[in-house]
């Protein structure tokens, strides 16, 4: 190694102590104690070593729920939140005097506790008196018992996370609106274009870069979905546990089960999803880019 | 389709960025709108696409009052400074797109895309994308797309601003061509007095929003309405200098310059192109100063009293650096203009 780069090594240096302590030690910690079983005191060792803990998972019913839970929600989620992003991103864009307004109204969820605004929502779901029940009232719906039932967990779910990370993309949308040239737009219109294709052929395939970005961190973020669901439904996973998603079993296990071994794994499992979903869809887009 | 512009003005703020213009564009004909930067001429061209709407006045394309016709339905074809073609599509998509947004079936689409393509001669790069294409290929895809939906009216916003010398001149040709080929009404917007002298049949001048005079090339050359297009048009540059008259004498501190002209006594600027200037034995005197070589023609470097005059000769004549030349000012070749900038005679 020469002067130079041990120089820059060096400036590295900070930042990869703090990966190593932070990221890669407990990963490897992580991945280490999936594999070990209970710990006893008394024979200094563990109950047991290898595959243990992946079978108790994989025949946990709850764990089997989580999955498809965390699945559907990730499908459901990432898809709607980005098309409703763009089209209100477009919105707001159209409009040159109050897009400063609506930039910071969209954003307010993204820079909100979600503890706080799982509060506004749940008030907003409340079967009796909420805003969502009393607008469904005016077509002809009954009222919907949101947050009581366990059929319905899941879409008040699925409906208060789209909503909220909607923030976060109509950033990200109206950011790349902006770099978009103003003359394409003026070219559109010489060429007679009607608005939804100057939307289908001309604001989306310039904005590819920005929707690829948002849907990988989108489903990175929505396959550790938790935080939404402990606060729209008080620190539970949903009634009767119908809301359950992974990294809230993982937190189950770990903080009210100590099943410490299985909280791991179910780790371990999750991150090699996360890693292979990807991988997926970095590699897909890539494809299209090349095309 | 011939076009009438009349009182057209746009106001930004309080700045008149076009001002009370008029102006009458036969059909089929190429017209140059020169001027200096900033002097209006995107903004006429973009009232004329519809994209700005006008604080005042009309247009007219043939009969029809446009003035307040959205551009989608002007039928107008748009050439971009920056050619503003669609980076995510191949040529052939670019080429196609305004035709099916009129509802054109895509094979027909196709078909008469390839038949324009082969016009502007980029047939062969169909299938690329505009990055993939050189700056004067990718203007011809622009200008393919501009005609493939035949407009009435072409339009072309500096559009050889990017190329390189070589290119301008070869692809300034090619619009040429290709608006004779398919004889559409054109507007051609530059600031480069050479290019628009060179291939347009009218020429405009433009200057802080006004328009100075319309002209067939040559006749605007020789007859410069003002002293602002004398200057402007024309390299190197006229010589602007003062003169007197006194019963029919022109003079230029002690040299006459002319006999017999029939102008008022008083002083005046006048105007002189250097290519104006004749060897003559009988002629003045003038110093060489200092000279340069163009290829064609020797530029030499001269005082006319106190001020430099460029005068030019045919580069096979030997003069160096302190020769004192005599030259004599072609007949008709003297422009005097009087106190308001205005072209009063040639003597
Ligand atoms: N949208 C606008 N708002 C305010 N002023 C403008 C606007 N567009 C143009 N102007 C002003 O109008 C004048 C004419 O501008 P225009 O773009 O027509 O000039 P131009 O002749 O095309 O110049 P160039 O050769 O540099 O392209 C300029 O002074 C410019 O600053
Ligand atoms: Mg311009």
Known sequence: MDKKSFKGYLYLLPSIIIMLAFTIYPLIRAIIMSFLGDYSIINHGYSSIGFDNYKALFADPDFALSLRNTSIYVICVVPASIILSLIIAVLINSCNKTKAFFQTVYFLPYVTSVIAIGIVWRWMFNSNYGLINYFLGFFGIDPIPWLNRPEYAMPALIIFAIWKSMAFNILIFLAGLQ????????????????????????????????????????????????????????GKAGPANKAMTIVYYIYDKFYNSYKYGVAAAGSVVLFIIILVMTQIQLRVTGEKKKK | MDIRIENLTKTYGNLNA???MNLRIND?????????????????????SGLTTPTEGKIFFGDKDVTSIPPEDREIGLVFQNYALYPHMTVEDNITFPLINRGVKKAQAREEALEIAKVVKIDQYMNRKPSELSGGQQQRVAIARALVKKPQVLLLDEPLSNLDAKLRVATREEIRRIQQEVKITTIFVTHDQEEAMSISDRIAVMKEGVLQQYEVPQTMYLNPANEFVANFLGTPEINNIEVDVKDGVITAGDAVLRTGAKLADGHYHAGIRPESFYVDENGISFAVDNLRMTGRDLLLFTKLGQTVVRVLVHSYMHVAEGDVIKASVREGHILVFDSSEKLIGRF
């Open chain 1, 179 to 234: 770099t978009i040239p103003e003359d394409l737009y003026r070219a559109a219109r010489i060429d007679s274009t009607p608005k939804l294709r100057v939307f289908t052929r001309i604001t989306v395939p310039q904005l590819a870069p920005m929707i690829v970005y948002s849907s990988v961190i989108g489903m990175i973020g929505a396959f550790k979905v938790y935080n939404e669901v402990f606060s729209l439904f008080q």
């Open chain 2, 28 to 48: 089929g004909e190429l017209v140059g709108l020169l001027g200096p930067s900033g002097c209006g001429k995107s903004t006429t061209l973009f009232m004329l």
């Open chain 2, 18 to 20: 076009v001002d009370h």
